[in-house]
């Protein structure tokens, strides 16, 4: 199913053998092709160059997937909370045994580089080997009522049939953080993952198979006409929940055509994430973890640091001391040795970045420092730049920019960088640099903000609740909330012990 151009100083057998990891077809209880026949083309960010032709699933074909998963539904449902575990606890063990086979999957189709993207496994595996945990913990609670007449028991039950849709830019995390709460909880699911990067999810679920999960279980279907075959779906009463990642205008359509059939949904939508550096910041602290809040994938990430916002006394020597580090990036393809970072998705990626900073620098922002781009660059590359002196109207103050692009605002009191933290539709992360623990956990009970990271510029973690406030999003993702949001909670009232 796959094709691939190769390239001068790249391991072609490993590529091979990455590709080959990838089933032919899509998977509906088994695994076949499209009724349509059709196919579409995943590429390469870093050369252009065709990776693998994939099903190109119609409406049929979703709805087979969707049959599947409530075919297997009312076994897996009553199936033994360890035999979940156990089928999760091999899928970590196999991700762990194939890593260096997933981390090249992202990297060819996501761009990144293999160190980042071995990191993405690691991260998406702890993600299955966390609910696997968590399977055998379902919750639940019994007491007596107050008046003693009766005695309240609260069981939770799984949803049912979910269908989930994740995002291009960790693809292998993204469906793992969905899948593996999904599975512990009891219900199937149908998984549609992006079109620019469905390679490690069809991969996922071959081990999730592999690992003994029934035929129908996980089921996943790649496609073009994402709208057209998801809302048909959402439409269909057998459907029980939807759960999405991705930006906040798809979010609010498919939170409407939920709406419509009042479906469970957890939504984890776009961000504007602020970093506010006030003056007694350790620079050496902040400068390492606004690199980490940043350029996590080239800044493609909806927790990735916005808009720096810095107090007057600190600026000049942050914005001196993060020019010098982002100019030292070295931009190239994520497969080749010594690289820093790779392209960005695409070229709509590539002209979004573009248009911001224009749009800054017309509106009087200062260029620090920019990295060099690769030599005869063939794939979607943008160099990863600092802007200083960035005015509130600029576009970028208020669009996630998804790019390498550090935007600076001085500021000159706390009241004001809050009040311009909080100056957004969204809020998903914060990020928080000081010293002073009275302000840290001021500024941080402040901000209108799911996530806060104090001192740090990594909050993601298997073991917390990820998700946002406001046009982020709603629901949680990871850590025991996230098992919740696969569980429906039932309350049986029966006679009471001292009635």
Not at 208 to 229: K, Q, S
Not at 304 to 314: E, K, M, P, S, T
Not at 330 to 346: A, K, N, S, Y
Request: aromatic letters at 6%; one cysteine or more.
């Amino acid at each position: 199913m796959s094709s691939i151009a190769t390239a001068p100083g790249r391991d072609d057998s490993a590529m091979s053998a990455a590709l080959s990891a990838v089933p032919s077809g899509y998977l509906a209880g088994s695994w076949r092709e499209p009724a349509s026949g059709r196919t579409f083309t995943v590429t390469d960010p870093a050369t252009g160059a065709a990776l693998a032709q994939v099903a190109d699933c119609g409406i049929d074909d979703g709805l087979a997937a969707l049959d599947a998963a409530v075919a297997a539904g009312p076994s897996w449902a009553r199936s033994a909370p360890r035999r979940r575990a156990d089928v999760l606890r091999r899928a970590f063990e196999l991700m762990r045994e194939r890593r260096e086979v997933l981390a090249t999957l992202i990297t060819l189709e996501v761009g990144k580089t293999l160190t980042e993207a071995r990191g993405e496994v690691d991260y998406a595996a702890d993600f299955v080997r966390w609910f696997a945990e968590e399977a055998v913990r379902p919750g639940g609670r019994s007491t007596p009522a107050p008046d003693g007449q009766s005695h309240f028991i609260t069981v939770t039950e799984p949803v049912g049939p979910c269908l989930l849709i994740t995002p291009w830019n960790v693809p292998l995390a993204m469906v793992a953080r969905k899948v593996s709460p999904a599975i512990a909880a009891g219900c199937t699911v149908v998984v549609k993952p992006a079109d620019l990067t469905p390679l490690v999810t069809l991969a996922f679920a071959a081990i999730v198979r592999e690992a003994g999960a029934p035929a129908g279980v996980v089921n996943v279907f790649t496609t073009t006409d994402a709208a057209g075959v998801c809302s048909r779906l959402i439409e269909d009463p057998r459907l029980r929940k939807l759960s999405f990642t991705g930006s906040t205008p798809v979010g609010r359509l498919l939170l409407e055509q939920a709406g419509r059939r009042v479906l469970r949904t957890s939504m984890e939508l776009g961000g504007n994430a602020p970093f506010l550096v006030f003056d007694d910041a350790d620079l050496d602290v902040t400068i390492d973890q606004a690199m980490i809040a940043k350029m996590r994938l080239g800044g493609q990430s909806c927790v990735a640091a916005n808009r720096f916002l810095v107090q007057d006394g600190i600026a000049d020597d942050f914005a001196r001391r993060i020019g010098e580090r982002m100019a030292a990036v070295r931009v190239g393809p994520g497969l080749d040795d010594g690289v820093d970072l790779g392209p960005l998705i695409d070229d709509r990626a590539v002209a979004k970045a573009t248009r911001l900073v224009d749009d800054a620098v017309a509106r009087g922002a200062v260029v620090i420092d920019q990295a060099p781009m690769p030599d005869d660059p063939q794939g979607t590359y943008f160099a990863p730049i600092v802007l200083d002196h960035v005015p509130l109207d600029a576009a970028i103050m208020s669009e996630e920019v998804f790019g390498p692009v550090v935007s600076i605002h001085r500021f000159t009191d706390e009241d004001a960088a809050v009040r311009i933290a909080n100056d957004t539709e969204h809020g998903l992360a914060a990020y928080v640099m000081t010293q002073d623990v009275d302000r840290a956990r001021r500024v941080a009970g402040s901000l209108e903000s799911g996530m806060v990271g104090i001192n740090r510029g990594l909050i993601s973690n298997v073991a917390a609740p990820f998700g946002g406030i406001k046009q982020s999003g709603l629901g949680r993702e990871g850590g025991p909330e996230g098992l919740l949001e696969y569980q429906e909670l039932k309350y049986l009232s029966v006679p009471g012990l001292y009635a």
